[in-house]
């Protein structure tokens, strides 16, 4: 398959707002630490429904007072035109140039429903107000959203976002690279050209990959679940397994023609740390 980008390849690295002071600490001899690595970008998650505006934002400028490039989470659910607006305002006033546009999920029970209801829209609506100022990025699901109806029509719902203006998408996380290429191929047949970067959720514990992959659909293939379950209390071997099951992934995904690697770090410089030096990857290029 041929290469999805004319240009090098492009790491990334996913954080969460922290809650307390520590972990404000943490995240930054983390981002310090990644760092090193000289990501194309990091970005910074934000809670459907406005639930961490303000540590979302508080996150960002600490990064962006660092001196990393970063690009902030923006989800639309829950929330009315008017909020979207001072948030994209206030992006533009700290000068950031690149967001994440999502529709984001509310937590069951909640009918915050908001003003806009898919990320396409959302994506309409960051290009009427801000025309090119942002890169938009959006989320991809090669193994398709858990709420979609089919796969055509998940397909179909992604293109709806690249109609709106969306310059790339980064994946949701998968252990399967052939679901990533058929994907790709999808995309291309439906004459999308925007580079769709892997997501990458290093494997460091089953208990916590399975809540998260439950919650959010992504799907741990039974041969390494049953694999990680084995080992139980042994986190160390459970590691090293994780490790070599996530490094061969990259690899693969590489070479297939990937154009780059987005990491979920969980806040956790280690992991992708790991899988980055057997890797051997040099750092992405300055923009
Ligand atoms: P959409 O693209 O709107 O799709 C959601 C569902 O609706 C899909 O099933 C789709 O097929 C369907 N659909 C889309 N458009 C239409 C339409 N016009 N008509 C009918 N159906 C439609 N969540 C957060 O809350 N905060 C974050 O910071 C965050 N970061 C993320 C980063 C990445 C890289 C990824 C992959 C996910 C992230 N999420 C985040 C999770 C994301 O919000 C959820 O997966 C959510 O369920 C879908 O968001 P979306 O932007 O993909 O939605």
């Not at 942002?134 to 709420?147: G, L, R, S, T």
Request: overall charge neutral; hydrophobic content about 35%; glycine content about 8%.
């Amino acid at each position: 398959m041929k290469s999805q980008a004319p240009y090098p390849k492009s790491y990334s690295f996913e954080f969460f707002p922290p809650k307390t002071e520590t972990g404000r600490e943490k995240l930054r001899q983390t981002y310090q630490q990644l760092g090193t690595l000289k990501p194309c970008y990091v970005s910074v998650t934000y809670g459907a429904g406005g639930s961490t505006r303000e540590r979302t934002f508080q996150a960002v400028s600490d990064i962006k007072e660092g001196g990393l490039p970063v690009a902030p989470h923006l989800s639309c659910v829950g929330a009315t035109r008017q909020t979207l607006r001072e948030i994209l305002n206030h992006y533009k006033s700290q000068n950031i140039r690149h967001i994440i546009a999502l529709r984001g999920d509310l937590p069951s029970g909640s009918h915050q429903v908001g003003e806009l209801r898919y990320a396409n829209e959302l994506v309409s609506f960051i290009r009427e107000e801000s025309g090119d100022h942002f890169f938009v990025e959006v989320a991809a699901y090669p193994e398709f959203h858990p709420q979609a109806p089919s796969a055509e029509a998940d397909l179909k719902n992604f293109k709806r976002k690249v109609d709106a203006g969306a310059d790339a998408a980064i994946t949701q996380y998968f252990y399967n690279p052939d679901a990533y290429f058929r994907f790709v191929e999808s995309c291309e047949k439906m004459g999308l050209e925007l580079p769709v970067t892997p997501g990458i959720m290093p494997i460091t514990n089953y208990q916590q990959l399975a809540r998260f992959s439950d919650a959010c659909g992504a799907e741990i293939p039974r041969w390494l679940r049953w694999r990680l379950q084995d080992y139980g209390d042994d986190i160390q071997s459970l590691r090293a397994f994780g490790l070599d099951v996530t490094t061969k992934l990259c690899a693969d995904l590489l070479e297939g023609g990937a154009p780059g690697l987005h990491f979920y770090t969980m806040n956790q410089a280690g992991p992708t740390m790991a899988i980055w030096e057997r890797l051997g990857l040099k750092s992405s290029p300055t923009k």
